[in-house]
């Protein structure tokens, strides 16, 4: 059912070992481009064996530059424009308390003004020394009011 136990012996198989071998020492061959400047380059590379291997030019790629971490920190300045914007809405609340203040002691104005033009006109109404008045004027000098009932 398991397999057996074999221990640890060593290996008994063939290796082969393979030396590398010095190669003959290369020309420089010239670089040859074939494609003009709107493609990308191709080069053409002539081995010393004759064979000739073709491809594009690849360029390194470059890092992209690391994002410099501010001075200040992001809490900080959001604090500080915070604290700009609660002094522009204070500003503005101090001038519109100014305003309904002036608002309202100009509406207390108005009706005190109201108030001295009726009460002047009222007064002219009854004390104008007018002899003639329309409608009939009686005086009444002794009156018996007797259950409710005038008796003149």
Request: proline share 9%.
């Amino acid at each position: 059912m398991y397999p057996e136990h074999l221990g640890h012996l060593p290996a008994e198989r063939a290796v082969t070992v393979h030396q590398p071998a010095p190669l003959a020492p290369m020309q420089a061959a010239p670089l040859v481009p074939v494609q003009s400047a709107g493609v990308p380059a191709v080069a053409s590379i002539v081995l010393p064996d004759g064979r000739v291997v073709t491809g594009y030019a690849i360029e390194p790629a470059k890092p992209e530059p690391v994002a410099a971490k501010p001075a200040v920190s992001r809490a900080a300045v959001n604090i500080a424009l915070g604290g700009i914007g609660f002094g522009a809405v204070c500003g503005g609340l101090v001038l519109l308390t100014t305003f309904i203040a002036a608002l309202a002691a100009l509406i207390h104005q108005l009706i005190i003004l109201a108030a001295v033009i009726f009460g002047g006109w009222i007064a002219v109404q009854v004390f104008s020394a007018s002899g003639h008045r329309d409608g009939t004027t009686v005086n009444i000098r002794k009156a018996v009011f007797k259950r409710n009932h005038f008796h003149g």
